[in-house]
């Protein structure tokens, strides 16, 4: 499924689960034809104009400003697992092909030659990475010194990535705090 679809989906099925009476509206009497919120009352609670509300729920997300992010999930009293998608579906819609592209980098192969120098290297630990921090290859001994790094479940390796952003990377001590395991040092 595209990012337009999901945009789509997402805010037309959010806007069906929040009534009137949730969202502080007066009652309109009578039987609704949309079971939930209509599309008028969720632009005049988020304060944008109708026209810009259709455009994104009809999927077309690019130039959603957080701002506006914000208002659409305080309206639809989403809790924070159902923000944050939003968000990322918008920025999914932001990005441009180039960008999607880079999202998930080609692998690059290591020449024969360079992993013969890495393996060896015998009394060191050493790995090779690219300018993104991509681990592209390492003897055995960078293997076993940064067994935490090789042992993530996410691919490819990202050094960068990992500091920052892998649960795995804080293990706690016995003293119960905890500790980033950091390697400390890397080829580029």
Not at 111 to 119: E, K
Not at 137 to 162: E, T
């Amino acid at each position: 499924m595209d990012a337009r679809n999901e945009v789509r989906d997402f805010l037309t099925s959010r806007r069906a689960q929040v009534t009137p009476d949730q969202a502080a509206l007066p009652g309109h009497g009578g039987t609704r034809r949309v079971s939930g919120l209509r599309r008028e009352e969720v632009a005049f609670l988020a304060g944008i104009s109708v026209d810009y509300y259709t455009r994104l729920e009809r999927g077309d997300a690019k130039g959603a400003s957080d701002a506006v992010l914000d208002a659409l999930a305080r309206v639809r009293q989403l809790d924070k697992a159902e923000r944050a998608h939003l968000f990322n579906l918008a920025r999914a819609a932001n990005a441009t092909p180039a960008a999607r592209a880079a999202r998930r980098p080609a692998k690059q192969p290591v020449r024969p030659a360079m992993q013969q120098i890495l393996d060896a290297m015998t009394t060191t630990p050493a790995y090779l990475c690219n300018r993104p921090l991509d681990i592209l290859a390492a003897n055995q001994l960078g293997r076993a010194l940064y067994w935490l790094l090789f042992s993530s479940p996410f691919r490819p390796i990202n050094h960068a990535w990992f500091i920052f952003l892998d649960p795995s990377a804080t293990e706690s001590t016995p003293s119960g705090t905890a500790r980033l395991a950091i390697p400390w040092h890397c080829f580029a």
